[in-house]
């Protein structure tokens, strides 16, 4: 039961609001997550296995819900938030179906889109059949089919291309979507796992393995996987008559351009904000990254603080995160909505539940 | 393998369909560490050789995994087999033994 009358929006249902539920809830606080799906989870729902143990993403789903032990939070599904709007030293959050939630302090987790990767047109996203995204791999690799290309047949060689609508002005975007790189690792393991004969290559620009046991997986996707890393970035994508597909680039550490066929050819899209975030921003009055993702206060002590006092962000919805970064994150803003609860409590009507030590 | 080649027969497009890669599997048979290059250039920066001509170890290891073998003969010669680019590679990858298969090769897969 909640010891705390004040009560906590979460907007958003993903890992960093299921997280961030879970760390307010066992502090005591009344909280409510907002989720305009049918069911919380965010991508984790569509993932197959996580990089870089290849776990199950169900474990980390059951980790989340697993937190609602001891004072569960309110969680309404098929809630659309559409704006937040300051009043009187609180706030008002507004779902597309008419309804309004008032709340002391809110939390924005309403997580990342990934860039349409239509709009590099000269990779045949949507034009040609055997050219897919990420997103569309980890589908097809959770059913648990056996890859097939669109003429049901086995693919013999494979490319990823690394950076789509990152790192790339004429996308718009020139920041780094950070995990696509360590996804184009797993997901290339993941297709020699099922299809030990096939050919994999990674077209890329730089390879970016930050995180804690990234570069290992590197290794072991050239070590024990055979992967091919080519750099240079691939300028154009060309069906050939039989629906294979020819691709150009520069094979920049040989200084040669390169030609090479494909059966299948994967994109890894960048992430970007939900247009919706942006308009909820905008609607609390905070302020934007140059990526246009929600912006903290201070890039090094208060992130996940904003310029509007009371609402907090956490998770992809300000920068590009992993899955563990994202939890550590969201707890991180935690602490910093106790902290601002605790300080405002006192210009606030008295708790529903009374203390002994009241 | 200066191979300027104004003769407009061959590009300087890598081919990869009709390539050949017949040293390349032969050494990655024997020697599996020749695919675990990143490319860093250690090995050609410390190589006696590559400071005194245009032998470039990296570069070679690379061609050859792309299949671009004309002149390989020739530029293997260049290498004095001293070992010292094996001391720095940061992939443990066992360049002198690399160098070796590559010779190997040349003498059973090819008569180039
Ligand atoms: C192809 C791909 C593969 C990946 N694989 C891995 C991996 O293997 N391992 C790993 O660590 N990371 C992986 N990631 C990154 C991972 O997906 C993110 O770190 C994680 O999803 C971020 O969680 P989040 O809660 O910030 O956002 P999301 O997962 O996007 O969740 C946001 C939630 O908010 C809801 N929401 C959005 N807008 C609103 C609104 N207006 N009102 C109400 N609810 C709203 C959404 O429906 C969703 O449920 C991958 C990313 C990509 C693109
Ligand atoms: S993580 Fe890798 S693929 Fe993604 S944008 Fe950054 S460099 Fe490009
Ligand atoms: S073994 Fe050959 S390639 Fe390596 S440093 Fe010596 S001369 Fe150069
Ligand atoms: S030192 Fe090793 S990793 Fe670096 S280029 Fe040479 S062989 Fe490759």
Redesign the interface.
């Known amino acids: 039961m909640a010891i705390n009358s004040q009560h906590i929006v979460i907007i958003g249902g993903g890992p960093a609001g299921l997280e961030a539920a879970s760390c307010l809830g066992t502090a005591g606080y009344r909280v409510t997550v907002l989720e305009k799906e049918k069911q919380t989870g965010g991508k984790l729902l569509i993932w197959d296995k996580l990089f870089p143990e290849f776990r199950n993403s169900d474990k980390v789903l059951n980790h989340l819900s697993n937190g609602f032990k001891t004072n569960p939070p309110q969680i309404l599904t098929n809630a659309e938030v559409v704006s937040v709007i300051p009043e009187n030293g609180q706030h008002r959050i507004n779902l597309r179906d008419g309804q309004a939630f008032q709340a002391d302090t809110v939390l924005i987790t309403t997580g990342f889109k990934l860039y349409n990767a239509e709009k590099k047109e000269e990779y045949g996203y949507q034009i040609y059949e055997n050219v897919i995204t990420s997103f569309d791999l980890e589908k097809q690799l959770k059913t648990g089919n056996p890859i097939r290309i669109e003429a049901g047949l086995t693919p013999r060689r494979i490319a990823f291309i690394h950076c789509v609508g990152s790192r790339d002005i004429k996308s718009g975007n020139i920041y780094c979507s950070r995990t696509c790189c360590i996804t184009g690792v797993k997901q290339a393991i993941e297709i020699k796992r099922r299809l030990s004969d096939a050919e994999v290559f990674n077209f890329y620009m730089d390879l970016r393995m930050f995180g804690q046991n990234f570069e290992e997986l590197y290794i072991e996707a050239q070590q024990k996987w055979g992967v091919t890393f080519i750099r240079g970035r691939v300028s154009e994508i060309a069906e050939n008559k039989d629906n294979s597909l020819q691709l150009k680039a520069e094979d920049t550490l040989s200084g040669r351009p390169i030609k090479m066929s494909f059966d299948l050819v994967v994109l890894l899209a960048g992430m970007v904000p939900e247009p919706r975030t942006v308009e909820i921003g905008k609607s609390a009055g905070l302020e934007f990254t140059s990526g246009n993702f929600l912006a903290g206060l201070d890039s090094h002590i208060s992130q996940n603080e904003t310029n509007t006092p009371g609402i907090f962000i956490a998770g992809t919805c300000r920068e590009p995160l992993s899955v563990a970064e994202t939890l550590t994150d969201a707890r991180a803003a935690t602490v910093k909505m106790i902290s601002w609860l605790r300080e405002n409590e006192t210009s606030h009507k008295k708790p529903l539940i009374k203390r002994d030590n009241d | 393998m200066k191979d300027w080649g104004y003769s407009i027969l061959k590009?300087?497009?890598?081919?990869?369909?009709n390539n050949d890669f017949s040293i390349a599997e032969y050494i990655t048979k024997h020697e599996?560490s020749f695919?675990?290059c990143?490319?860093c250039g250690s090995c050609t920066a410390t190589c006696s050789a590559a400071r005194l001509t245009d032998f470039n170890p990296?570069?070679l290891k690379?061609?050859i995994?792309?299949g671009?073998i004309k002149g390989l003969a020739d530029e293997i010669a260049k290498c004095m087999l001293c070992g010292k680019c094996q001391l720095v590679c940061p992939?443990g990858i066992n360049t002198r033994n690399v160098i070796q298969n590559i010779k190997r090769a040349l003498n059973t897969c090819h008569a180039l």
């Open positions: 590009g300087r497009q890598i081919d990869f369909e599996p695919r675990w990143i490319g990296r570069k690379l061609l995994q792309r671009e992939r």
